[in-house]
């Protein structure tokens, strides 16, 4: 029985070579010619990963959705209490109070339908520590699954519950596609893992090729919708201009912007007409068979490295090389691994043993878990329809969710391209009076946003300072339209320290409070390399708009911020409760 066992093994062994599967004979001193049977033989197939498993697929998945998880909630930790914390731009408590009056003034099913949030379900007194508790126990949860790559349903689910608990009642600040994706990325990694074991290799839970396509499934609907509102939207994409403008004018430039914005016209022609095959072609790709799914993988995660590299947009593209993932099978990833590693070697013996028609009976768990595999697929096909109704209609909407728990979302980027970068710039005076022409008006820095025309284009990706993003959005608006910074301004005035604590510099720190505060508007031009300005060390030039707000003081912010129920920035909330 050994030799008949050690002949199919060698003939199968035969077989995946000839289809060239990757064979890895790292630590063995065995010639190929040995004998093919017994001891040697079985030695000599321990190395060799077969295709169409996905149990080291699996892994790397679950560490890089654990990594996207980590910063994710790392920004939350650092930002939520200045942004929707108790005395917060915009209090998440305040929100939740709204929501409950909308539902019928009650905290129930309506409530949990219309805001999913555990936040509900504890002390809103203590709303700071609450965040903080939900931040802190996402960054450990997702640095264990990180660091051990070992992960179970429990886990799994208790990131997504938090991560959606923060994006409920995060408001303008979680406004973004990223948010609705990380939790649909998390939502289908939960289906991967064991429901209680933490083996990173469970022999009686093999990765389902249903949660693998949901992964492809993904990345398709991700790419098509870019591409598609791209080619609907703006006409720079028709004509392949967009990428003159791009690396100068995207939210957040990096030093390789700066750089990569005076490449030759022909190159940005290169680069749009790039983007779009590789947005609506390559992907198509996914349903062609192994090698071809696997080159569109390739593509997508190059395509995504390019996009880092170029610009800081969070963790956007980080976690859009999570599906992308998908499309390679253990033996395309067996390199990502220590050849005498205990995973990779339990992965091997899997194989061996599943060649060798030595597969596990499956047990009344496994049934149950096909059963619920199956309708993980139904759920997600339901969920898909207007999502694909969405994708070919002329009037395709982007960075939208159709349920409640954005389980299935359309995403989207840049369907239109601003042609001039302008930027908002604060500024404070301690002069009496802010008409006088010889009054000295000091700029506020953001701590990555361009402003200080000599500061070097920052590199923070994938991390995220949410209000520069939200600045970018507020400077091809009215302040009318963003409201929330009048509500920066009058938390400038009183040299609030939460709000300065998102900035990186404050020209009134350790001196008196401004009297007043204004934004003045500016439209910013990367310099010229090798001119006077750029020997000068200016990254920026910029030529002056007009004001975007007039000077403002305390005072004449009351009426203004008491129409809106935001605490005076003078008095503190338990004053201003009072009055």
């Known amino acids: 029985m050994a030799a008949t066992a050690g002949s199919e093994n060698s003939v199968r062994k035969r077989r995946v070579d000839s289809r060239k599967t990757e064979t890895v004979c790292a630590d063995s001193g065995e010639e190929h010619g040995a004998d093919p049977g017994g001891d040697a033989d079985k030695h000599r197939g321990l190395q060799s990963l077969q295709t169409g498993t996905y149990w080291l697929t699996r892994v790397v998945l679950l560490r890089c959705v654990a990594f996207i998880y980590f910063v994710a909630f790392s920004v939350a930790f650092n930002q939520n209490k200045q942004l929707i914390g108790e005395h917060g731009l915009m209090p998440c408590k305040d929100y939740l109070n709204s929501v409950k ?88 990694a939960i289906f991967l893992c064991p429901v209680w074991t933490l083996s990173p290799v469970p022999r009686r839970c093999p990765p389902s090729l249903i949660c693998i396509w949901t992964f492809r499934w993904l990345i398709v609907r991700i790419m098509l919708g870019a591409g598609l509102i791209k080619i609907r939207g703006d006409k720079c994409w028709r004509d392949l201009t967009c990428m003159d403008y791009h690396y100068e004018t995207q939210p957040v430039p990096n030093p390789m912007s700066y750089y990569m914005h005076r490449s030759p016209w022909w190159i940005h022609r290169c680069e749009t007409l790039s983007n779009h095959l590789i947005e609506l072609i390559f992907p198509l790709f996914t349903f062609l068979g192994r090698r071809m799914c696997a080159v569109n993988g390739a593509v997508q995660i190059l395509f995504q490295v390019v996009l880092i590299v170029s610009g800081n947009l969070s963790f956007l593209n980080w976690l859009t090389i999570v599906p992308s993932l998908a499309c390679f099978d253990d033996a395309s990833l067996g390199f990502l ?5 205990g995973v990779k070697k339990t992965v091997l013996e899997i194989q061996n043993e599943d060649a060798a028609g030595r597969t596990p009976k499956p047990n009344k768990g496994m049934l149950i878990r096909r059963v619920v595999n199956i309708s993980l697929a139904v759920l997600i096909g339901y969920l898909s329809v207007p999502v694909v109704l969405n994708l070919f209609s002329s009037k395709q909407v982007m960075n939208t969710s159709f349920d409640p728990l954005r389980i299935v979302n359309t995403y989207g980027a840049f369907g239109s391209i601003t042609k001039e970068r302008t930027e908002v710039i604060f500024q404070g005076t301690l002069n009496q009076d802010p008409k006088d022409p010889e009054a000295l008006w000091e700029e506020y820095q953001f701590l990555c946003k361009p402003g200080d025309l000599h500061r070097r284009p920052c590199l923070i990706s994938p991390y995220h300072y949410r209000l520069d993003w939200l600045m970018w959005f507020a400077a091809f608006q009215t302040y009318e339209q963003s409201e929330w910074v009048i509500h920066v301004a009058g938390r400038l005035l009183s040299n609030d320290s939460a709000v300065l604590s998102l900035l990186d510099h ?14 003045e508007h500016f439209t910013y031009k990367f310099s010229q390399p090798g001119t006077a300005s750029a020997a000068q060390g200016k990254w920026w030039l910029r030529k002056r708009i007009g004001a975007y707000f007039p000077a403002v003081d305390l005072e004449g912010l009351r009426g203004y911020f008491q129409s809106r129920s935001w605490p005076h920035p003078h008095t503190s909330p338990k004053q201003e409760l009072k009055t």
Do not use: C
């Not at 949990?112 to 520590?129: N, Q, R």
């Not at 691994?337 to 590693?341: A, E, I, P, R, T």
């Not at 404050?506 to 008196?512: A, H, I, L, S, V």
């Open 337 to 341: 691994f220590l050849s005498g590693g």
């Open 506 to 519: 404050n020209p009134f720190q350790d001196r008196e409070t401004p009297r007043w505060v204004r934004g």
């Open 101 to 188: 009056r909308y539902v019928g003034g009650k905290i129930g099913v309506a409530a949990f339908a219309y805001t999913p949030s555990i936040l509900w379900l504890l002390d809103w007194s203590e709303m700071d520590a609450n965040l903080d508790g939900i931040a802190l126990g996402g960054m450990a949860l997702s640095a264990f699954v990180l660091v051990t790559g070992m992960a179970n349903m429990v886990i799994m689910v208790t990131l997504w519950v938090l991560y959606h608990s923060l994006v409920g009642v995060g408001q303008l600040w979680y406004s973004f596609g990223w948010e609705s994706q990380l939790l649909e990325t998390g939502f289908l």
